[in-house]
């Protein structure tokens, strides 16, 4: 009679980020089922600070709060692909904070993929675009917002529209 052995299963995660430069979203989702365990959304203490100053300031909020409740393996980071905004700068700056937020995780989780979402991919996910928002909401973001809390059953603030786009990158990822 052979003995059987006890397998112990490591659930994987995927970490999803909605970058900003004066706000973050955070959402952590099991990786096979993207079903959702959690999500916040982080500001900057003072906008007063220099920009480098309030990126780490909320890069290093951020990943505090997926070491506490990261409940298993970072498998990967979805994350918002970058596109063209109007004001150049914004762009640059959100490219910027992509990579340090990736930089300083990478240093705390040195192995996971990277997965880039392009937000035309949360529209295809959710059926809200720019130009349909008005059926959900007052605003794209609203719409978003009330998206994830009416159709997805997730509550949320109303003012927490990267945790809601966070959650939706995850998803799409």
């Known amino acids: 009679m052979e003995k059987s052995e006890e397998v112990n299963v490591v659930k994987e ?3 999803a980020i909605d ?3 004066l ?3 955070v959402a952590i989702l099991e990786y096979g089922t993207r079903k959702y365990v959690i999500s916040k959304q982080f500001y900057v203490e003072s906008k007063d600070d220099d920009w480098l100053t309030r990126s780490f300031e909320l890069v290093a909020n951020a990943i505090e709060f997926i070491k506490t409740y990261l409940p298993g393996k970072l498998k990967a980071v979805a994350i918002e ?3 063209v905004k109007e004001n150049k700068s914004t762009t640059i700056k959100l490219a910027r904070m992509s990579g340090i937020f990736l930089g300083m995780l990478r240093a705390t989780y040195p192995d996971f993929e990277v997965i880039l979402v392009q937000p035309r991919k949360v529209s295809k996910l959710t059926g809200i675009n720019e130009n349909n928002y008005q059926v959900l909401g007052k605003s794209y973001h609203h719409a ?3 998206y994830v809390r ?3 059953n997730i509550p949320l603030d109303e003012k927490h529209e990267d945790e809601a786009f966070a959650i939706l990158i995850g998803m799409a990822a």
């Open 13 to 15: 995660y995927i970490v």
């Open 19 to 21: 970058p900003g430069t």
């Open 23 to 25: 706000k973050i979203g």
């Open 81 to 83: 692909d970058q596109y």
């Open 144 to 146: 978003i917002v009330q």
């Open 150 to 152: 009416k159709v997805l």
